[in-house]
């Protein structure tokens, strides 16, 4: 089945740019999203990327997808303590019409 | 008044009890989620609700009970759960299912089952 696959920690220096990993099997995506947990909150919309854009940039944030490799990151440049948080990759599929397939989640963690 | 709003955001009960999680969206979305977090696991989806009509049901125990009195509430009833029942459970709303709109989430109710 369709399935999406991150690690479940990084470490980077404050001021470092921070590069997180999500790699899916489904070639049917359509969308693919990142979101941003914070402890104790929800799940925060950080950006998203049609399967037909190879990057898309948002102030610090840039998003690089990888069709071939099936292949997305997220970097975050100048990582401040603020971006320490869980990120979720997602992705849609033209096969479901409701469901995301969530990956476990990244932890960031930032060290001074 | 701030997007998805799910109350209470913790509830403690014991597996004979009976309560509610409730879920408000001020975001004028049409369609509205329930989902199930547990640690260092994806996010489960539960149940979709799209034009107040339950759209998906993902193979939940019947001591979870959705409701969708409109399109701005969701609530989930709960009975008899079980320990293992214990997560965070969030819900979303988005304008339309099967659509490129994102989800929008709430920040969650802290569920334990003692």
């Known amino acids: 089945g369709e399935d999406v696959e991150q690690s479940l920690f990084l470490s980077v220096r404050e001021g470092d740019s921070s590069v997180i990993n999500c790699t899916y099997t489904d070639s049917s995506s359509t969308y693919l999203y990142w979101y941003k947990q914070e402890p104790g909150a929800g799940l925060q919309l950080l950006t998203y990327?049609?399967?037909n854009m190879d990057m898309k940039q948002d102030q610090r944030l840039t998003v690089l997808l990888n069709k071939k490799d099936k292949h997305l990151s997220l970097r975050i440049a100048d990582t401040q303590t603020g971006d320490s948080a869980i990120y979720f990759c997602a992705e849609r599929s033209m096969d479901s019409n409701y469901q995301l397939i969530w990956g476990a989640g990244t932890k960031l963690i930032i060290k001074p | 008044e701030t997007g998805v709003t799910q109350t209470p955001r913790h509830l403690v009960m014991g597996m004979t009890n009976k309560k509610s999680l409730k879920c408000e969206q001020h975001l004028g979305h049409n369609a509205m989620y329930w989902y199930k977090q547990s640690a260092k696991k994806p996010l489960e989806l539960m149940f979709v609700?799209?034009?107040?009509?339950?759209?998906e049901n993902n193979s939940v125990p019947s001591r979870f009970s959705p409701e969708c009195p409109n399109s701005s509430h969701l609530f989930l009833h709960l009975h008899t759960l079980q320990p293992e029942d214990s997560a965070l459970y969030l819900c979303a709303s988005s304008q339309g299912v099967g659509t490129t709109q994102p989800q929008h989430f709430g920040d969650g109710t802290r569920l334990s089952i003692l």
């Open positions: 990327i049609f399967s």
């Open positions: 609700y799209s034009l107040e009509e339950r759209v």
